[in-house]
């Protein structure tokens, strides 16, 4: 019997412990504590049991009321307490400012910048209304080059224009610094190209020029290197092939594989593998001469590269015109960190 | 430049990579290859030899029936194009229907110029393309402004062989010469625009349509077949990279070839039929009589090869490449040879490559070639001598290619080469006038070695200490603080349209001279038109945000001086919006407010600006003002005038904000060490409720509490404005300021009494103003 007794407590504490409402409550205590509970059963058969056994059961069964007792009460207690608390729906939407977002541009010239500040270049500016002579004499393109014709102007005056690229800051920084030194220029320029889905009237660039004796191609690789990886990710691999600009000897174009092949050569890169991102080399040994410095002494390397185009490879956007309508819609898309 | 890769092999016999590998070496030499289309792109159809059954002459033309097994059909021809009775006609089949230049974008004619004629040995209904054309690709290769020479098979040819070893042929280039009379003389007027002019004089020529390998060649260069002659000097420009042109000897005036500088307003019909007005200082090929070519860029009509063309005047000729490309711009023509002209020809291959024409010319019409070439000038001397050490190439370009290496590619690109005592000696071949000093062989050297084999490194030199980017982070901080405010940062165009700037009532501004557009013409003198744009485009689209904002420069002048300078614009958006989700609406004192944050970003206390109210054509009255910061104008801002808002269909309203950052940035320096106050003591704090007449601002109020701190020194730690307020139970006219004045000092805790008197002189000094009455003195009506 004292068996039986124990098995009743086991079967009571584990419906106790599935209790979560008082209804439920109310159910196991009319089962175990009330009336209808099997106690006055147990209490009739203990009567024709013997005396020295009696005893020994009576007291169980005692202790087993008592603690049932007991628990009931602690549970009420506990629900009582839980209703009392007050109900926390979380899944309500939270009080809030709602948030604006940066132009993706901006996004990216940043990360340039930071990425060129760490390391060790400094950041200077040039004016967007430039001379003739800043924008193409001082860089070896002397009037009536055909190195013009890819660069169409907007002529304020005679001599005065919107510059068509960051380079002629590489002038400006060479007459204001004295070597060594690392420069990057951030800027607005402008073409005069009309509006498609790769062309834009007005674009950003930026510009990077290192000065210092012995600088050699092996030093402009690396750091375009290192650029290339931090703003692309690891996985990037980096290809300088030779081309022409009148302001760099030798002249590279820089390319890097496509993410979507890695080089192989997919419909997302023209079948071509490679993206190309900037346009760099070797400071002319003209241009230093115009600059007033001599090629025999320092040597250095420049880079240019187009922001709009680095931003659409890095966020996939198919238009560079999105740049600059500024649609909401767009524009959200660059609240979370990208 | 469009160079096919049979055409690469005629100067290439030993040439045997796939064309891929072809295109890598164009790619890592510095030559973009921008597409590789298969030869058969280039024609339409089925290629047939079809036979010339009949030919019945009408007029000038002759009805010709071509037949290609059991089909049949019938061709107005142009009499001097039509081959002989029975030969073999190129017949292209698309559709069922017979094309007889069945070349791509080829527009159908009723009538053509010629039938093209096939080799012999092909009989009828035999497929051409496999038979003469065959697997050929072409390849699209970008050359870029500074490599005249490698618009040229020969050029490129020269470049594949460099790279692979292998030698490289020139095309024949033989003839035999007779004694003709002719009588013809060249005059060289203008030696400075045309060094070198020289012509031979070729009789006894049948004018005939080309052999169908000239027409394929030139077909897969993009290039229209139009006569024997005229393709043949086509064909050897493509080769060589030299213009040549043919005359009708018999339409020059007086036998006599002038080379001279156009008169003002002279006139010629060129070959395109345009009439072309010439201006002083552009150089001309004259008769006696008149110009008959623009030189170097096209031929007049008056002198063009046709049918009855016997004997013809050969030119070739060296034309200064600034000359060609000033007369073609401004005449607004490109042509294959003005465009090779402009970057430049070999001085020393001009007769080389004529020679190669006339070759072709005898080859193909039995010509009779007059002995000697009719000269005026002389090619320039071009022999560069360069001396580049091999640890300058070693070092500039970060590779150990060895002395070896380095020799093999130069020779094979042309160039004559010693070596002594570790220096290059470097002759440079006439063609390459591009290159002028040591930096340039290194870069001949890199090319064709490869840029892969550049070692990278990073540039390690003396520190350089770097520069404060305080201009970068305060605009970052502004920013920042934008966005977070719910701003979306835009980035507009800088040039703006003409209207949108009068709008703004602004006279002085910057034009460009050659706008694209109208819509682009004015260089914005404010952030203004732009931002305004980009909330009508997202007003257009239904788009909502809270509004925009954009850093940037604007374009000032004050007469001849112009200056640009950096400015923040910011506009804030009241959109219509729904019942549910109501937020307070912006201001004109969310502007003063924007303001005065990113015054505290930037150091500034909201004490040091100074506001006024001043209209502006685009702001509502009242709601306008300036904001100045010691005496210079910082900004300004207000309300946009609704009918503005309605005239685009932005509905709310709109708030406009624009201040300079120069101004800002010139403040805000650094001043250290800072001075902190940190008191623990406790604070004691007082408020007091005034009124004032309608017309007296806080700022009077505050002025006066401010004079009477000072005067005592009191603790004061804070100063708020916390209610305005008016109506019952104050009278009309009258209005309200309460305010919370915290005390605490930074050395004890203040006394009940000290404070006491403090606000007590406050408040007698506030009542002494005689403008001011405390609320709580203020005896109101129903009081
Ligand atoms: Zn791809």
Redesign the pocket.
Known sequence: MIEEIEQYFRDFTQELAQVATRDELHRVKGKYAGRKSKFPVFLSRLKILPLEERRVVGQKLNEIKLLIEQLLKEKEAALLKEEKKEVLDISLPGKREPLGAFHPLRIVMDEIIAIFRSLGFRVEEGPEIETDFFNFEALNIPRDHPARDAQDSFYLEENLLLRTHTSPAQIRVMRKLAPPFRVIVPGKCYRRDAFDATHSPMFHQVEGLVVAPGISMGDLKGTIEIFVRRLFGEERKVRFRPSYFPFTEPSAEVDIS????????????G???WLEIMGAGLVHPQVFRNAGYDPEKVQGFAFGMGVERITMLKFGIPDIRWFFENDVAFLSSFKALR | MRVSYQLLRRFLPDLSLPPGEVAAIFLNQGFVVESIVSARDFFVGKLYAGTLEEAKREGAFSRCTVKVGPKVDVVLVSSWGVPEIGSKVLVGVENGVFLFLPVSGEKQKETIDFLVPLPTFLEEGDDVFEALVGDDVVFDVEVTANRGDCLSVLGLAREIAASCKIPLVLPEARYLETHIDHGFRVENQALHLCPYYTGKYIASLSIRPSPFWIIRDLILAGMRPINNVVDITNLVMLEMGQPLHAFDAAKIGQKTLYVREARENERIVTLDGEERVLRRGMLVIADALRPIALAGIMGGRDTEVGPATQAVFLEAALFDRVSVRRTARALGIRTEASSRFERGVDPLGVLQAASRAVALLVEEGCAEVAAGWLVGGEPPHTNREIRVPLDFVTGRLSCAVSPEESMRILEGLGFGVTLEDGVLLVRVPSWRSDVREAIDIVEEIGRVHGYRNIVSSFPSFPFDPGNVPRRESLSRRIREHLVHRGLYEAVTLSLVSEGDVKALGIEDYIKVLNPLSQDHVVLRPSLFPGLFGVVRTNARRGRRCLGFFELGHVFLRKESEYWEEERLGVFLWNYPQSSLWQRIPWDVFTLKGILEEVGEIVGISSRELEWGEEPFSFLEDGKAFAVYLRQTLLGFGGKVLPSLLREHDVEGELYYLEVSLDPLEKISSVSLPLEFSLSSFPSVVRDIAVVVDVTTPWSFVASCVEKEVQKYAMALEEFILFDVFSGEPLPQGKKGFAFRLVFRAPNRTLAEEEVNAWVQAIKEGLKQTGRVVLREEMILSHE
Do not use: V, W
Request: glycine share 20%; hydrophobic share 15%; charged share 20%.
């Open positions: 496509c993410s979507i092949c890695q080089g192989q050569g997919c419909r997302a890169c079948e071509k593998g």
